[in-house]
Structure formats: structure tokens, C-alpha cells
């Protein structure tokens, strides 16, 4: 089993809709998350990081996180086709800091 | 400006040759990652630093080495035991220990000829 785990896409959406990405972790001792977006060839930029339990929004983002169904997800309202990408779930446990990235998804906005 | 830098850009490397991968940051941040990338896929763990000569192997060491012997430098070497090391390699630093995410360089492409 793979410690992040995320449906490979494409997902596709029209312009305008909700795209709804997600994740699930195996290491209960993760304690915080992170969305990436990666354009083709370019390096991984942060979208959004939460740390507890519940919703947390940044303009047309939102994430949540279930810690008990070690489930993260990542809500974009408004869907552009500039957010076409992979988006990469990441999960990070202390002790030695390992970062642990999931296979991404990739994103398609339909204009 | 602070950042990683990663160099060089694009490599080419001729099979049973070593190569090494520069990976620079002036963020002063204590933790250092190397991931390798192949198409279509996410980030795969190779090695990590969370102090200055101190490292751990990731997922998928196997054919690689790193060294940490400045807070600053985390060079990777793709050696000839890596059978197929032709890959987008990315390096990422973190402050140190707490929540905070990866910065990460604009990457290395190396292809084996």
C-alpha cells in the first residue's frame, strides 16, 4: 500500500464547476498536508496546507481534512482552464521530517 | 533572493558513468529532499536531511548517494548502479521540524545516451 494515494485522472471539468481532488494517507503519524500544482515540466508549487481536522479556504480553494478517515481533499470552485495541472497531495511526519508525495492528478478544464 | 538553485538544467549522461546533482539553498533551512519524477508520475522519496551531516534513505535509494556536510549543500549522485536513471530529479528544502511546507528548485532533467 502506498503511504498517499490519489486517482491518477484526468479529471475533467467545464469551466466554471467545482473540481474535487482527493487523497488518502496511511501513516496515522502524519500530521500536516499539502496540495501542489505542477504545470508540465515545472517544479511543484503550494496550493494549500492544512493541520486539523476540518475545512480550510483561500479564495477559490478549499481543503479538508478528516484525520480519522485519513482522507485530505481540495476543493477549486470556479474551475479555470489555467488550473488545468497534477496536483500532488503531500503528507509530513515528524521525527525524521519525511515529506511523502502521492502520484498526482492531473486536471483538465474544459473552456 | 533567497531560493534553491539546482544545476545544471538538463544533463546527459553516457551508461555506466556517475553524475552528480547540485542542489543549493539560501533559505537556511535545516531539512533537504531529493525526489525523482518520471512521466506521468508523482514524487518519489530518494534521500532526506533533516541536519547537517545527517541523512536518511527515502523509498527509492537503491544506485544514489547524497552528502550534507554544509547546511546549504545537498548534492545527489546518480551512480552507475542505478539502472534507469533517466528521470525529472527535484530538490526541496523545510525550515526544520514543525508545519511548514517544501520549497522546492526548478529541477534537473537528466537523460542517459
Known amino acids: 500500500q502506498k503511504e498517499v494515494e490519489q486517482n491518477s485522472g484526468p479529471l475533467s471539468v467545464p469551466e466554471g464547476a467545482i473540481a474535487s481532488l482527493n487523497c488518502t494517507y496511511s501513516d496515522r503519524g502524519s500530521q500536516s498536508f499539502f496540495w501542489y500544482r505542477q504545470y508540465s515540466g515545472k517544479s511543484p508549487e503550494l496550493i494549500m496546507s492544512?493541520?486539523?481536522?476540518g475545512d480550510k479556504e483561500d479564495g477559490r480553494f478549499t481543503a479538508q481534512l478528516n484525520k480519522a478517515s485519513q482522507y485530505v481533499s481540495l476543493l477549486i470552485r470556479d474551475s479555470q482552464p489555467s488550473d488545468s495541472a497534477t496536483y500532488l497531495c503531500?503528507?509530513?511526519?515528524?521525527?525524521?521530517?519525511?515529506?511523502?508525495f502521492g502520484t498526482g492528478t492531473k486536471l483538465q478544464v474544459i473552456p | 533572493d533567497g531560493g534553491i538553485t539546482q544545476s545544471p538544467k538538463y544533463l546527459f549522461r553516457k551508461e555506466g558513468q556517475n553524475v552528480t546533482l547540485s542542489c543549493e539553498q539560501n533559505?537556511?533551512?535545516?531539512?533537504m529532499y531529493w525526489y525523482r519524477q518520471d512521466p506521468g508520475q508523482g514524487l518519489r522519496l530518494i534521500y532526506y536531511?533533516?541536519?547537517?551531516?545527517?541523512?536518511q534513505k527515502g523509498d527509492i535509494a537503491e544506485g544514489y548517494s547524497v552528502s550534507r556536510e554544509k547546511k546549504e549543500s545537498f548534492p545527489l549522485t546518480v551512480t552507475s548502479a542505478q539502472k534507469n536513471p533517466t528521470a525529472f530529479y527535484l530538490c526541496?528544502?523545510?525550515?526544520?521540524?514543525?508545519?511548514?511546507?517544501?520549497?522546492f528548485g526548478q529541477g534537473t532533467r537528466l537523460t542517459v545516451v
Open positions: 533559505l537556511n533551512h535545516d531539512a
Open positions: 536531511s533533516q541536519i547537517v551531516n545527517d541523512f
Open positions: 492544512i493541520y486539523s481536522n
Open positions: 503531500a503528507a509530513y511526519s515528524g521525527g525524521y521530517q519525511k515529506v511523502t
Open positions: 526541496a528544502s523545510r525550515p526544520g521540524p514543525g508545519d511548514t511546507e517544501a520549497f
